[in-house]
């Protein structure tokens, strides 16, 4: 059992180039989150899927997309990469009923230079 | 939204001491994590104690909700409870976490 699982660990991109991060879960989860780490910070969401075919935004949602084609995948793309997206991301997942227990992939370094 | 506040915002302590942190919010939430993050940046679930006190080896950790306020306690603390620790809340229906700044720990050997 995986858990939730995070592809790339590590990515260095040129202002403007685009990439898509990957999140995996195999719990079965409904629920998904996409939050970013900013030095000294705690997390901050940026987007969020209540289930299949479903997005909404978080906190810091500008400059990112997000899509959930399949209930186990969610997908953040940054479209044009700017040196304020430099970060490291964290995907997590949950249940959608009992107790809100999520939890988290082993997170992406992104460097924007 | 509901603030969250979490002190001290570091913390140094010798190999064995015990230690108390503290996480504060603006207002009464129904639920309440604490986590771990090591120094290779793994978010570790440590607690989900919405009210109460639960322990789990050397740390326990209370929540006040009435008064607002969570607790985490490190009892004999060993070098490899070094990292960040974060409290969060859930918020809403969606329950999006929302995150204290952390209180960062070096255990010293």
């Known amino acids: 059992n995986a858990g939730v699982t995070q592809t790339p660990k590590f990515r260095v991109l040129k202002t403007g180039q685009s990439m898509t991060l990957l999140c995996a879960q195999d719990?079965?989860?409904?629920?998904m989150y996409w939050y970013r780490q900013d030095p000294g910070m705690g997390l901050r969401l940026i987007h969020y899927?209540?289930?299949?075919?479903?997005?909404a935004k978080g906190e810091v949602p500008d400059g990112y997309n997000v899509s959930r084609l399949k209930k186990q995948n969610f997908l953040l793309g940054l479209e044009s990469a700017a040196p304020s997206q430099t970060s490291v991301y964290f995907c997590?997942?949950?249940?959608?009923?009992?107790?809100?227990?999520?939890?988290f992939g082993a997170g992406t370094r992104l460097s924007v230079l | 939204g509901i603030q969250v506040e979490q002190s001290p915002p570091d913390l140094i302590l010798q190999e064995g001491a015990n230690s108390t942190l503290r996480c504060n919010f603006s207002?009464?939430?129904?639920?309440l994590q604490w986590f771990h993050q090591n120094p290779w940046g793994q978010l570790i679930n440590l607690f989900y104690?919405?009210?109460g006190t639960k322990q789990n080896g050397r740390l326990s950790a209370t929540t006040v909700a009435t008064e607002r306020y969570s607790l985490l306690y490190i009892s004999s603390s060993q070098t490899t409870d070094s990292g960040v620790y974060f409290c969060a809340y859930g918020s809403g229906n969606t329950g999006k976490l929302i995150f204290g700044q952390g209180t960062t720990l070096q255990v010293k050997p």
């Open positions: 997590a997942s949950r249940t959608g009923w009992g107790k809100n227990i999520q939890y």
């Open positions: 719990m079965n989860h409904e629920y």
């Open positions: 207002d009464s939430v129904n639920n």
């Open positions: 899927s209540v289930g299949e075919g479903t997005t």
């Open positions: 104690i919405p009210s």
